[in-house]
């Protein structure tokens, strides 16, 4: 019984990811304006999808995604500059909402890592090809 109730959750679970609501006004149309249409493609495309984690707004077909597509089409129609609306969402979702988050203690590790890693490498490669030498 409680595998069946399992299986049941893990189907019923994508069904869950979206709601019935018709998507947002500018999420799936463009600007009239080519210009601002530009500028806001380009902006989504330096955002990550927070559902789908490894696409950007402008790739993604999750309805979050859709919500944010058309936040930002809105505010560029508006006259808001890029670098406003994206300090907007970072505030609103984390550092995480950007592929290229700011170096700061939390985010520290992911700046840090792969060069210690590349100087472990380094170092075991030149132990290595001493053994050899010698």
């Known amino acids: 019984m409680k595998r069946l109730a399992i299986l049941l959750a893990l189907l019923a679970s994508p069904a869950l990811a979206d709601s019935n609501r018709p998507p947002a006004a500018l999420a799936y149309s463009q600007l009239p304006d080519p210009a601002q249409e530009s500028e806001a493609k380009a902006l989504m495309e330096t955002l990550r999808c927070l559902v789908c984690q490894g696409q950007s707004i402008a790739d993604s077909d999750a309805e979050m ?3 944010m597509r058309a936040l930002v089409r809105e505010r560029i129609a508006r006259g808001e500059k890029p670098g406003a609306i ?39 490669a030149r132990r290595l090809f001493r053994k050899e030498a010698a």
């Not at 969402?89 to 700061?104: A, F, I, K």
């Not at 203690?105 to 060069?115: D, G, K, R, S």
Request: proline content about 10%.
């Open 86 to 124: 994206r300090r907007y969402l970072v505030q609103r979702y984390g550092d995480y909402v950007t592929y290229d988050p700011p170096l700061s203690w939390v985010t520290a590790p992911l700046w840090i890592a792969p060069l210690l890693l590349l100087a472990i490498g380094l170092l075991l």
């Open 65 to 67: 995604a859709g919500d």
